[in-house]
């Protein structure tokens, strides 16, 4: 972590902090030993450094962004916004307005400050505020660019790790559940605006040569397949009250949350089926084939996802149109680390605790994981389950690969 600050303010700070056995002599030993290094590493390339300051970098980021998601939890930002008359905040203020205990707040306002999340000025006292920046990116649930989502699936993927460590061992993931519901709320709400401002605005008028969107004006049958907590398909029903909307999940987490999620949004176009009584293959043989079938986001999670193609074939009226949204990839390791660099290395650590890891939460499973749908795996699977005409295509500024799948 101290790689990320000058190496000589570092050690002054821990010198005046410390007189004797601490925690902090042990990183100042540390310090000493890597900074003296090898004869090779200190003349060579800098590797060793380099490394140390990536390894810093994120060791800090770890350790801010428990804090980050704290302050959205205990509304801390949206009181600062509150609050602030023009001048900043000072953490005695935010106290009085949150109920909070002052120390603490004045220690975690310090951390957003150096972090660079929140603006300050110390003159003549230590005062916040909550950039517009910031609040876009936090307190804007349906900014193009809001990361609150984003931050709590990041805690649950953290919470995650000793379920993970142990599947090293069983080689046995473990069901979106096992996130809870931090876990399948962050995943929701990290969707939305992707949904708001991108499916439905860009991506379903070009399906089928604008067919599809002129069926969902008029209203037709619509399944959204692992539509996890709902707040996307609840967009999306919303923006169609006519349709006939059917979202089909099997976390029973994500189910309980889609009924809070629903009650609260008011739409009534929509009904959740949980696929353990009711998949899409009952209910569209007991009550009708659906127009339009979307999976968003999930078929790199699914054990079985070439079992799902088969049953949305069969589920799929004549004419029908089903859309795939998955992670655009490029077709293995070496290329995803190439192409994405530190966005590979985010989506492959997050892909054992959740993607990859519900993926093989059957003995059995594909174990796809995000980076695990490529444009050739997907287009074979379809081909294979009968759909034989698949148009893949991109969106410009979005991280998504769009497969436009009929038959």
Not at 44 to 56: A, M, N, R, V, Y
Not at 295 to 308: G, I, R, S
Request: overall charge negative.
């Amino acid at each position: 972590l101290y790689s990320v600050l000058p190496q000589s303010t570092f050690t002054r700070s821990l010198e005046m902090a410390c007189s004797g056995g601490c925690a902090c002599d042990r990183m100042l030993s540390l310090q000493t030993h890597l900074a003296s290094g090898s004869e090779t590493s200190a003349k060579g390339s800098g590797k060793l450094e380099k490394t140390q300051q990536t390894i810093g970098r994120f060791l800090a980021g770890s350790m801010i962004t428990g804090f980050i998601h704290i302050g959205l939890r205990l509304g801390l930002y949206q009181a600062l916004v509150d609050v602030d008359n023009g001048a900043g905040v000072s953490s005695p203020e935010l106290a009085a307005a949150t109920g909070k205990a002052e120390r603490w707040l004045r220690e975690w306002l310090a951390s957003q400050a150096a972090a660079g999340i929140l603006d300050w000025s110390d003159q003549p006292e230590m005062r916040y505020r909550v950039s517009p920046e910031t609040k876009e990116l936090l307190l804007n649930p349906e900014s193009p660019s809001y990361m609150g989502g984003f931050i709590e699936l990041a805690e649950s993927v953290i919470d995650a790790l000793p379920a993970a460590e142990k599947s090293f061992t069983t080689g046995i993931g473990h069901t979106y559940d096992n996130i809870g519901r931090k876990g399948n709320a962050g995943m929701s709400n990290h969707h939305i605006p992707v949904f708001i401002h991108t499916l439905i605005p860009k991506v379903l008028p070009k399906l089928a040569g604008g067919k599809v969107i002129e069926a969902l004006r008029r209203g037709c049958r619509v399944a959204d397949v692992g539509c996890g907590a709902a707040g996307p398909s609840l967009v999306l029903a919303a923006a169609f009250p006519t349709v006939d909307y059917h979202g089909f999940e099997i976390s029973d987490v994500a189910i309980e949350l889609s009924k809070e999620n629903q009650a609260r949004a008011g739409v009534a176009n929509f009904r959740m089926h949980n696929v353990k009584t009711n998949s899409l293959a009952q209910e569209s043989q007991i009550n009708g084939k659906f127009d339009f079938v979307l999976t968003y986001d999930v078929l790199h999670d699914m054990a079985h996802p070439e079992v799902l193609a088969q049953e949305v074939k069969e589920a799929l009226a004549p004419g029908g149109t089903w859309l795939v949204v998955d992670i655009k990839n490029y077709g293995s390791i070496g290329e995803n680390i190439r192409k994405l660099r530190l966005d590979a290395a985010v989506k492959y650590s997050i892909s054992m605790c959740v993607c990859m890891s519900s993926a093989l939460s059957e003995p059995d499973g594909l174990g796809l994981g995000t980076l695990g749908l490529s444009v050739d795996i997907a287009t074979k699977m379809f081909t294979e389950a009968g759909l034989t005409k698949t148009r893949p295509f991109l969106v410009e500024g979005v991280e998504n690969q769009f497969f436009e799948v009929t038959h």
